[in-house]
């Protein structure tokens, strides 16, 4: 088992910045993938972005492509992710994930979740 336990959000205008991290503790030896989705209400829950743990690299939405970013510290079993220029459309709660197998954005690969936080952007 994995468990995430996520940091950061809450309150910020249109243009802010803020910064959400993501501590994971227990069988980490077994993480492939590492990722944030978020679900605004009415909405289905999608991906933000997402790592892979061992090499590093990085995907991401294109609704956040080039605001966003997301990375990781191995040795503190963490994940972040720092998000710029933020726009009301941005507001959900943001839910950190760990997925045991390839495929970063497929959600049905995520068998880990945190509780999630709250995202509030207002215009």
């Known amino acids: 088992q994995v468990q995430l336990v996520e940091s950061g959000g809450g309150l910020v205008q249109a243009g802010g910045s803020l910064k959400l991290s993501c501590a994971a503790s227990?069988?980490?030896?077994?993480?492939?993938?590492m990722a944030w989705f978020r679900q605004a209400p009415g909405k289905e829950r999608a991906f933000v972005g997402g790592i892979t743990w061992g090499g590093g690299s990085t995907y991401y939405a294109n609704s956040v492509k080039g605001r966003f970013t997301i990375s990781r510290d191995n040795a503190k079993n963490t994940v972040s992710l720092q998000m710029n220029s933020l726009k009301p459309e941005d507001t959900a709660v943001y839910y950190c994930a760990a997925s045991r197998t390839a495929g970063v954005a497929i959600i049905s690969n995520y068998d880990f979740w945190g509780q999630g936080t709250q995202v509030t952007v207002s215009s």
């Open positions: 227990g069988r980490t030896s077994n993480i492939y993938n």
